[in-house]
């Protein structure tokens, strides 16, 4: 019996020892990890986050925490890194720690992690690097797009001048004429804008847009599980989405019935010769599943990204008459009226290419950045932030810096001219994010902005329905992204 309970006295120390330990590395570790609010089991910390305005919420934890702090999203824990040196420190000077991508559950459940966006680790490298590749082979960054852009510019505003000059909101115009240049490196040809199953594919783009702003959608990173199952905008979003990839398999499916290896026509084409490539190959990246989820990938970032930047700058155009007759004057001076506007064109024209640098800084699009994952436990600062932690590299407070940007919430080309009128570049426009998961379309996004804005102010003055000084250019914030408020514009040809 003395035997027994000496065991087990010893038993209870051991079990007491070891209790102690894993507290005290448990408070260790936490300790060392960025501090953040206290968090409430569950729900962790929605009590302090406004799911329909984050980057809102992130500003004022950043006053207390700094500009690393954690913050728990439900039962997810996330790392908010909140200024211009703590980001570029993370996505440049520690790129391969932090080149991750996020799994935020609205984003997984939209992209189920087999395309660009979602992706990671070794399936991420090859699908980025076979897109990069392949988009530049089809004209990416080369003659050949900037070609494919002014002739969709022409259908524009061709189809811009049939209105007669009557108001009208032209959010579905610039959706058809920016998705049509995405359809034509990535299917091989455009839609004409009558095309009814295209209509319908914009009809969704758009109820989506409207849609990302419901609560239901907000609240859904915060519980995917409960919110599977609760009706709501959130399940009408995921089937739009679903529809969309159906439409870009079928696309699939009639490249696979005509396909010439010979003679690839677009990026689905050369995707198929590679996958026949690897056919042996067991451990492959490249299978229908990802080619349908990368062209789904390209095609949303592709289309919804620039349209809705040239939605914003037409409102702010709409705002500032005087901003706008300046564009004019220099259009006039360097183009004419009697050709194309081309990327060459940019070099001479500072003014119009800072009011564009402007409009993506202003509009801040992308608010929180789409959200990144550290693919390791890592240190950074002072910090250790445990392997596969969400990451928000937060954009607004870059695009937003009041010491780079004087009057950040002001709308200034100003912001990207020097004294004496020349173009200034700033490393703190970011808004296609930078590091390892920099925007693989930024060249193409460029030179859509570019060449449909000057299209547009080339052939038509903007007039509004109401009076300038009364339109609201503040953009509705989302989970997903900043969107204009509705509006409607005349087009009066010049």
């Known amino acids: 019996m003395e035997l027994l309970g000496t065991t087990t006295i010893l038993l209870l120390v051991c079990i007491s020892c070891l209790l102690l330990f894993t507290t005290w590395r448990s408070i260790l570790q936490k300790q060392k990890q960025p501090p953040g609010p206290i968090t409430l089991p569950i729900v962790g910390n929605i009590l302090q986050v406004n799911p329909r305005n984050m980057p809102e919420s992130f500003k004022e934890m950043s006053k207390k925490y700094g500009s690393v702090f954690t913050v728990k999203l439900g039962p997810q824990k996330a790392v908010v890194l909140y200024g211009y040196d703590v980001v570029k420190e993370a996505l440049i000077d520690q790129a391969d720690d932090f080149s991750g991508r996020g799994k935020l559950p609205l984003i997984e459940k939209l992209f189920q992690g087999s395309g660009i966006v979602t992706s990671n680790g070794e399936t991420w490298k090859q699908l980025r690097r076979f897109a990069i590749t392949t988009l530049r082979d ?120 005509t396909l010439d290896p010979t003679c690839p026509r677009d990026f689905v084409d050369a995707f198929l010769n590679k996958m026949e490539q690897e056919k042996g190959n067991s451990h492959s990246h490249f299978t229908v599943e990802t080619l349908s989820r990368t062209t789904l990938d390209l095609f949303l970032a592709g289309t919804g990204t620039t349209s809705t930047t040239l939605r914003n700058g037409l409102l702010i155009l709409l705002k500032y008459p005087e901003i706008t007759e300046k564009v004019q004057k220099e259009i006039d001076c360097v183009i004419g ?18 009011v564009i640098h402007e409009i993506q800084r202003f509009i801040d699009f992308l608010p929180l950045n789409v959200p990144h994952a550290v693919l390791k436990d890592t240190k950074f600062r002072d910090y250790l932030i445990p392997k596969d932690t969400l990451i928000f590299p937060v954009l607004t407070p870059i695009l937003h810096d009041s010491k780079e940007f004087p009057n950040p919430e002001k709308f200034d080309p100003g912001h990207f001219l020097n004294a004496n009128g020349t173009f200034k570049r700033s490393d703190y426009f970011l808004p296609f994010s930078t590091g390892k998961r920099v925007c693989a379309g930024e060249g193409l996004a460029r030179m859509e902005l570019f060449i449909f804005i000057t299209s547009i102010l080339q052939n038509f003055s903007l007039k509004p329905v109401v009076d300038h000084k009364d339109i609201d250019i503040s953009p509705v914030v989302t989970t997903l992204a900043s969107l204009p408020r509705p509006y409607e514009v005349s087009f009066i040809p010049r």
């Open 138 to 257: 089809f004209g990416m960054g080369k003659k050949g797009i900037e070609e494919r852009i002014q002739e969709e510019a022409h259908f524009l505003v061709e189809r811009i001048r049939n209105t007669n000059g009557q108001p009208f909101n032209p959010g579905s115009f610039l959706v058809h004429a920016v998705s049509n240049i995405i359809c034509s490196i990535i299917f091989g040809d455009r839609f004409d804008y009558e095309d009814k199953k295209f209509l319908t594919l914009i009809d969704l783009l758009e109820e989506n847009n409207r849609l990302q702003n419901s609560i239901q959608i907000q609240v859904y990173n915060f519980f995917p599980t409960v919110m599977d199952y609760l009706p709501g905008p959130h399940q009408k979003m995921i089937e739009n989405v679903e529809k969309v990839n159906q439409f870009t398999l079928e696309i699939i499916e009639e490249h696979q019935k």
């Open 337 to 354: 009226r009697d050709r194309s506007p081309c990327m060459a064109d940019r070099s001479q024209m500072p003014y119009t290419d800072a």
